[in-house]
């Protein structure tokens, strides 16, 4: 899975002393630290002197030290901090803004040189979105932006980018026809790409039979079912018996379920919107569909199950992010976000905190706030694989790749099952 | 098929719990309420926050919910509907700005709930009811369903009874038909009015504590979806009608059901409002709904 | 609402029922009502005429709270009640019928006679269906109690309107255009209608632009048009005014509708 070059990024932690014991660099990550060493375009960000192989890292980063002019970069962000989006913005804000303190107080950018984020609230409006795209994107002070986290609008904010050539990173924004061309880099692997890392569980399971149940009015939903579903199917050589598209304002789904109890499939694919994961799952359980009968879910559908906690125990599903993976990078970055917000990271906070990094690292490598510059220099970077908070992340034509893992809701929270 | 007729008609009561303090409302004092599903919602919020600290039963959560909902609608009614109908110039200018102010008035909770709880789901899990299973001859059904179809059919029936048969039921009928002719017979628009919108928030709180239970966890914005089916069923029924509202509830739930039984389900909206433009087109009184009566 | 010179209560031989005092209600610019004042004279049927447009119905509309009056005031029993909300009308003994039918059309001729009667008499709960029943017998409307306005024949709609106006024991009824659209026995009827009404001591208003049935029927008449008055007395002075011709004949022909 790795990739030849390999940058290291988003391991500035200059005054979190406690995440800097964690620092990904330390002496038991051989394999990194040598893939490390090799990189020609080392960006380092590490200021720890604390131990001894960051001396060989720093002697290579200084050769290529860039000067920024002393001052403030600010970016634009754009993204949903109002109406029903909120909950994934506010998290995606928090993890830029922990980057952005860590980017700062360790002076990644250099003497006196700042970054910060201009925040543009859409309010979960894919036209107010565009509208502010549309006039960061003309301003040519701005050197790069971080995109809306709606697909809806980021399928109008993307040919915006690439007419007006500024680069625009995107977390969230799962649905195709985000990242379209040089200008565009997605740092939130779609959905497609790592549901069917579930599939080491369908084969363990023997599931043979699967029924879908899925928004049909959400584009990664829409993308994961139509696609990603058949896809492994084809793969595993289990059978689909139906896959049921229903708008996310149904609220009842007695039907739907009553449908797929008479086709009897050995497990059940559920890709619903917010509540609704919760009602079907609760429905279907109230229908008596228990174990061995199986539940599949898809990343994020975590954060619908607290109401009906025990009735979803047993939801499987594959995560390209948990608190407990052992990713050091990750672990490192769940510390910082515990000692920060005190909460557990979501992947919200982990997206936008490694495509802040992505951002700072491409402005250092570019050494330069012009647009053109700093795009060359993003695409340069995720043309290897990068770790961070999202543990590795490889890129393909600039949108995100991972393999993600296998997760279990236990009744309480989701564990990770391998 | 038994199944399916229950579920459905669970679906229907549902609809029926949501759209009867709506069709009653505008039926009666002329208000067509759009924050009538912010209502619904924010009593149910309320009772949320309440359970997230006491883990109360259902009687306790349902009481809170439709405290909250009559208590939020008339203030509603007191601070902005009232003012609006006794500055309104006449009385279709009047309706115009009721819409747009109960447009305005349902973001406010809806902005309150979505900020407080992230825009996640929320729901009754914190409180001590638990939802039981019983099967009967084959037949699931559990006890939210049973007291949804109680409350449902039961308040539904007897509203509509009540307006036929009492004389403050005559008396909002007089107001939903003319109100100019009701004044003159001495009705008190205001006061009536008053009481209209605290039974319609008591229902909506009602309604907003038992689809919690039923759906587990509900949105800021679930509200707003069964407006959108409160307005169908009451334009299927007929506006006045609240007999109508069961017969447009039935329909719409079944209907919908139906086709989700049938069709992979992307027909589902579509023939629900395919539905309404019907009723609109070849009987736009509704089914139950009288001729308008001419006024001069 | 702005007071005038004209709101100064003007003296009559007589206490009247109700009064206008320099009553105007403007729509935007055009002037509807404009400055009328007139004294009702008790146990009287009085009359207003005047041709479509001349803005009887206002007036009533204004004596009965419906319209907001631009100018002026109105009373009632030497009280000044031009700020008595519509719904409150009926409790100062006014009561009044309208130009079209406005009945529950899905409710009974009874449950259409019992709303207000219920209303004005909620303390008195127990007189409530004997006054209903009264109100059907002086009415010749026995036996239908239980048909809806739509089984009715116009002319029946009609007697439940006044039926329903007189159940509440007003001192004052105000009937507006009550016989329009009537056949002649049905016109005959009512007009008999009101002047029992009248033996039996309650004053009425009449807003009419049939002449004939005015002149048969009212002691008193005022000709209206472009919203002022223009004559009044006796229907036989009144109908032999020129300015009167010239508004009914002169312009707009006989009887227009």
């Known amino acids: 899975m790795y990739r030849s070059k390999k940058h290291r990024l988003g391991v500035a932690a200059v005054g979190l002393s406690a995440v800097l014991t964690l620092a990904a660099c330390s002496s038991g990550d051989s394999e990194d630290t040598a893939a490390t060493a090799e990189a020609t375009e080392e960006v380092v960000v590490e200021e720890s002197a604390a131990e001894e192989d960051t001396t060989q890292e720093e002697a290579e980063a200084a050769e290529e030290t860039c000067v920024l002019p002393p001052g403030d970069i600010k970016v634009v962000s754009i993204d949903s901090m109002t109406g029903p989006a909120a909950f994934a913005g506010i998290l995606t804000e928090e993890g830029a803004d922990l980057a952005l303190k ?7 950018l250099g003497d006196g040189v700042t970054m910060s984020i201009e ?66 880099f997605r740092y939130t692997p779609s959905m497609d790409t790592y549901w069917g890392s579930v599939g080491s569980y369908i084969e363990e399971k023997g599931i043979k039979t699967m029924s879908v149940l899925y928004a049909n009015d ?49 497990a059940v694919a559920i890709m619903m919107v917010g509540a609704q994961n919760a009602t079907v799952i609760s429905q279907m359980r109230e229908s008596g569909w228990e174990s061995p009968k199986e539940l599949l879910g898809f990343a994020g559908i975590e954060n619908n199950l607290a109401d009906i906690g025990e009735a979803a125990k047993g939801l499987t599903w594959a995560s390209i992010f948990h608190v407990d993976s052992p990713s050091e990078s990750t672990q490192k970055f769940v510390a910082a ?82 | 098929m038994v199944q399916d007729l229950l579920n459905a008609t669970t679906l229907a009561s549902i609809y029926i719990l949501f759209a009867l303090g709506m069709s009653l409302v505008w039926g009666t004092i002329g208000i067509l309420n759009f924050a009538h599903g912010s209502i619904f919602m924010f009593s149910a919020f309320v ?86 299973v019983y099967t009967i001859g084959g037949v699931i059904i559990t006890n939210v369903m049973i007291i949804i179809l109680i409350a449902g059919l039961g308040l539904g029936v007897g509203t509509a009874l009540w307006i036929r048969n009492s004389k403050k039921g005559l008396a909002l009928r007089a107001l939903g038909v003319d109100p100019e002719v009701s004044a003159m017979m001495g009705i008190d628009r205001p006061k009536l009015a008053l009481a209209t ?43 006045g009608s609240i007999f109508g509202v069961i017969l447009g509830s039935f329909i719409l739930a079944f209907a919908e059901f139906g086709v989700l039984l049938y069709t992979d389900g992307s027909w589902v909206t579509a023939v629900s409002f395919g539905l309404l433009f019907l009723i609109l087109i070849i009987r736009p009184q509704g089914i139950l709904g009288k001729k308008e009566v001419r006024r001069t | 609402m702005e007071t005038s010179e004209a709101t100064k209560a003007p003296t009559y031989d007589y206490e009247p029922v109700a009064e206008a005092r320099g009553v105007a209600v403007h729509y935007g610019g055009i002037k509807a009502v404009d400055g009328v004042s007139l004294g009702l004279r008790p146990g009287n049927i009085s009359g207003i005429l005047g041709p479509n447009g001349s ?64 209303v004005v008499f909620k303390r008195e709960g127990d007189k409530v269906e004997g006054l209903v029943k009264e109100a059907i017998a002086r009415t010749g409307l026995e036996g239908l109690e239980k048909a809806r306005p739509d089984e009715l024949s116009y002319g029946m709609q009609r007697r439940v309107e006044i039926a329903r106006a007189i159940a509440v024991q007003p001192r004052l009824l105000f009937l507006d255009e009550p016989t329009a659209g ?17 033996s039996e001591g309650l004053t009425q208003l009449i807003v009419e632009h049939d002449v004939g049935m005015m002149v048969e029927t009212c002691d008193y008449l005022y000709a209206m048009n472009f919203g002022s008055l223009i004559a009044e007395g006796t229907p036989q002075d009144v109908v032999r005014n020129a300015a009167v011709q010239e508004a009914y004949l002169g312009k707009h022909g006989r009887h227009d509708a």
């Not at chain 1, 107010?128 to 050197?143: C, G, H, I, L, Y």
């Not at chain 1, 018996?241 to 499939?265: V, Y």
């Not at chain 2, 689809?211 to 007929?238: P, Q």
Request: hydrophobic share 45%.
């Open chain 1, 102 to 108: 860590e980017i700062n107080a360790s002076g990644l």
């Open chain 1, 119 to 184: 925040l543009l609230d859409d309010g979960t409006s894919g036209d107010e979105a565009a509208a502010q795209f549309s006039k960061a994107a003309k301003d040519p002070d701005v050197p790069v932006i971080m995109g809306p986290i709606l697909s809806s609008a980021a399928v109008v904010t993307s040919p915006i980018a690439e007419k007006e050539q500024v680069p625009v990173i995107y977390t969230q924004a799962g649905s195709p026809g985000v990242v379209i061309g040089d200008y565009t």
């Open chain 1, 218 to 266: 959400n584009a990664t939903l829409i993308n994961t079912a139509e696609n990603a579903v058949p896809a492994l199917a084809a793969d595993l050589g289990f059978e689909i018996l139906s896959s049921t598209g229903l708008p996310s304002s149904t609220q009842d789904f007695k039907a739907p379920i009553s449908k797929i109890l008479k086709e009897d499939p050995d």
């Open chain 1, 337 to 418: 976000v515990k000692a920060e917000y005190g909460v557990d990271a979501a992947n919200y906070h982990a997206e936008r905190y490694d495509a802040t990094y992505l951002v700072a690292n491409s402005i250092l490598a570019a050494c330069s706030t012009d647009r053109q510059a700093i795009r060359d220099a993003m695409a340069d970077l995720t043309n290897g694989s990068i770790s961070g908070a999202l543990g590795d992340v490889s890129f393909e034509n600039q949108d995100a790749r991972v393999s993600g893992f296998v997760v279990q809701w236990d009744g309480e929270k989701m564990v990770v099952l391998k």
């Open chain 2, 47 to 132: 009772a949320y926050l309440v359970v997230q600290q006491i883990p109360l039963g259902m009687p306790a959560v349902v009481a809170i919910a439709m405290v909250s909902g009559a208590l939020i609608a008339v203030a509603m009614q007191y601070l902005v509907f009232q003012p609006i109908m006794k500055k309104a110039k006449n009385p279709h200018a009047g309706e115009l700005q009721l819409v747009i102010g109960g447009i305005g008035l349902s973001a406010i909770p809806i902005s309150f709930a979505q900020r407080s709880t992230l825009s996640n789901p929320f729901g009754f899990s914190g409180g001590s009811f638990e939802t039981q």
């Open chain 2, 197 to 239: 919108m605290l039974y319609s928030g008591a229902l909506a709180g009602l309604a907003g504590a038992l689809l919690t239970y039923y759906f587990n966890s509900i949105t800021s914005e679930s509200g707003d979806t069964l407006l959108l089916k409160a307005f169908a069923v009451i334009i299927l029924g007929g506006v």
């Open chain 3, 55 to 118: 803005g009887k119905t206002t007036l009533l509309g204004a004596l009965t709270r419906m319209v907001e009056l631009t100018r002026g005031s109105v009373w009632c029993q030497g009280q000044d009640y031009s700020d008595v909300k519509s719904d409150r009308v009926i409790t100062l003994g006014i009561s009044r019928t309208f130009q079209t039918v406005r009945l529950l059309p899905e409710r009974t001729v009874w449950d259409n006679i019992i709303l207000s009667t219920d």
């Open chain 3, 182 to 198: 009537m056949s002649r026995k049905e016109r005959t009827d009512i007009s008999a209608l009101m002047r029992n009404l009248r």
